[in-house]
């Protein structure tokens, strides 16, 4: 991924777009990751000696798109995982799902526990031992066929959060085969993408909101 797509940056922060296929950080036998991307752009564009400063906040799955926000100070990096494991920040996402969910918005709450030898998260309705209770709401943006396309509102951040529990309501997301989805996308990604992150800077303490445009349909 030559060109990276910058949709929010300041002294402190960077929000950029991650495409479906790339992982945030760096791992054995993949392409080049959204971090190593980053600090490459950082250092061209401000001409900087040496190691570039970037502090990873958060994660994207990798057949899952959209923004991905990055501290480039130590500073941004500390207050904004604080942020994070406080809650105070809303995440939102639009996902593809087939069939239809019965009802047209809801508020849905699981238990997820998960398998990191299998990697995935597997949903119960009630508390089980080692079980996190995760938290979301959606409502259907618009129809096509047997798809619906959803606005997300995530109020837990949980590990495979969004595709275990659309898939639990019987409406896995589109390209998603490890959560019940019929068929793969041909190109190895799932209909899934964060579109919205708002939060209080962790510098100016000015209330930041950096929407993504839509790049899911």
């Excluded at 791992?27 to 990751?33: C, F, L, N």
């Excluded at 959060?161 to 490890?178: C, E, M, N, T």
């Excluded at 209080?200 to 000015?206: G, L, R, S, Y």
Aim: include cysteine.
């Amino acid at each position: 991924m030559s060109d990276l797509q910058v949709v929010y940056e300041d002294n402190h922060l960077i929000a950029v777009i991650k495409r479906a296929g790339y992982t945030v950080q760096p791992e054995p036998g993949k392409p080049t990751s959204l971090e190593e991307q980053v600090k490459a752009y950082i250092k061209i564009k401000y001409n900087k000696p040496g190691a570039v400063f970037l502090g990873v906040i958060h994660r994207l799955d990798m057949p899952v798109c959209g923004l991905v926000l990055f501290a480039r100070t130590s500073k941004a990096l500390q207050r904004m995982n604080e942020i994070f494991k406080e809650r105070k920040i809303e995440k939102q996402y639009l996902a593809r799902v087939n069939p239809i969910p019965a009802l047209s918005n809801a508020t849905i709450e699981h238990w997820l526990v998960v398998n990191e030898q299998r990697k995935l998260s597997k949903v119960f309705k009630k508390p089980v031992p080692e079980a996190v209770k995760a938290s979301l709401s959606y409502e259907i943006k618009s129809t096509k066929g047997n798809e619906a396309l959803l606005n997300i509102k995530l109020h837990t951040g949980r590990k495979h959060q969004i595709r275990a529990q659309l898939a639990a309501i019987g409406s896995p997301i589109v390209g998603d085969i490890k959560y019940g989805s019929s068929k793969a996308l041909t190109d190895g990604s799932i209909a899934l993408m964060c579109n919205y992150l708002a939060f209080e800077h962790p510098v100016t303490k000015i209330k930041t909101a950096i929407q993504a445009p839509d790049i899911l349909i």
